[in-house]
C-alpha cells in the first residue's frame, strides 16, 4: 500500500484527504495541520498533527499550503531525501527545497469545502526534478484520477494563467451579468440555460467555432446599443474591451 501525507488543512487539502481515504490502494498516513479542528471532521485524530518532529515515513508527503507559504514549510521538514510535492499551479517546483526529492502534483480544479468533487475527472499535473521519482508519483495520481498529465514548471504557469482566464475571470463575468439583471429586476436564473449550452459547447467545439455574438457577427448597430446602455464605467470598459478582442481574433488567419 502506498503511504501518503499531507501537510496542510485548507479547501484542496481537505479534498485531498477524501480522495486518498476512499481509495483501498492509498494509506493516508497523517495530516499536519496549523488547527487540527479545521479537519477532525475528516479523519481520527490520532492520524492528525501539528508538529513536524511528529511527521512518520511516507512515500509522498504533499504540501497543500497557500504559495508563499510552499518555501518556509519544506525548508522546516525533519527529513531529508523523501519525495515532497507542492500542489501550487504557479509556484515553481524549485522553490521547495532541495533537501528532499522535489515534485509537483497540481490539480487543476476550483475547490469549495462545502462543495463535493469526483477527482477521478480531475486533471492532476505531475513534475518530478529526478525522473526516477516520476512512476511513484504517477502510481499516486492514477489511483485517485483518470487524467494524469505531464507538465513542467513553465508548462504549468502558462496552465495556470490560462485558467485564470476560463474560471475566475468567466467567473467575474456572471458576477457582471448577474448585477446587471438585479439593477433591472431580472432574475439571473433565466440566463444559467444559457451559461449551460455555452459550456457545453466545449466538449464538440473549440472556443473559436463555439463564438457567437454581436462582436462575432461585426453587427455594429447591436454593439452601440450595447454601449449606450451601460452607463457603469467598469462594465463598459470591459464590454468595450472583450468586443474588440473578439473583433481582432476574427480578422486572424
Do not use: W
Not at 503511504?3 to 481515504?21: E, M, P
Not at 477532525?40 to 504540501?63: G, K, M, V
Not at 532541495?98 to 469549495?112: G, I
Not at 494563467?161 to 474560471?167: C, D, E, I, T
Request: aromatic share 6%.
Amino acid at each position: 500500500m502506498i503511504k501518503v501525507s499531507i501537510i496542510g488543512s485548507g479547501n484542496l487539502a481537505q479534498h485531498l484527504i477524501q480522495a486518498f481515504q476512499s481509495n483501498p490502494s492509498i494509506e493516508l498516513v497523517q495530516v499536519l495541520a496549523r488547527n487540527p479542528i479545521t479537519v477532525a471532521h475528516l479523519l481520527d485524530s490520532n492520524r492528525i498533527i501539528s508538529d513536524y518532529t511528529q511527521l512518520q515515513e511516507a512515500d509522498l508527503y504533499i504540501i497543500s499550503v497557500s504559495d508563499d507559504a510552499i518555501a518556509e514549510v519544506s525548508a522546516a521538514l525533519p527529513f531529508e531525501n523523501r519525495l515532497v510535492a507542492h500542489t501550487s499551479g504557479s509556484v515553481s517546483i524549485d522553490s521547495l527545497n532541495p533537501k528532499n526529492h522535489r515534485a509537483v502534483f497540481y490539480p487543476l480544479q476550483t475547490f469549495s469545502k462545502d462543495k463535493a468533487v469526483n477527482f477521478k475527472t480531475i486533471p492532476l499535473c505531475l513534475e518530478t526534478e529526478n525522473g526516477k521519482d516520476l512512476p511513484n508519483l504517477k502510481l499516486i495520481a492514477n489511483a485517485i484520477s483518470d487524467a494524469v498529465y505531464d507538465i513542467n514548471s513553465e508548462q504549468r504557469k502558462a496552465l495556470h494563467v490560462a485558467a485564470v482566464f476560463v474560471n475566475n475571470f468567466v467567473n467575474h463575468l456572471y458576477l457582471i451579468g448577474n448585477e446587471i439583471c438585479d439593477a433591472n429586476a431580472i432574475p439571473f436564473a433565466i440566463l444559467k440555460p444559457l451559461i449551460q449550452e455555452t459550456a457545453n459547447k466545449t466538449a464538440t467545439l473549440s472556443p473559436k467555432a463555439a463564438q457567437t455574438g454581436p462582436a462575432k457577427r461585426n453587427d455594429i448597430s447591436t454593439i452601440a446599443a450595447h454601449q449606450q446602455f451601460l452607463t457603469d464605467e467598469n462594465q463598459a470598459a470591459i464590454y468595450n474591451l472583450l468586443t474588440q478582442s473578439i473583433q481582432d481574433n476574427g480578422k486572424k488567419l
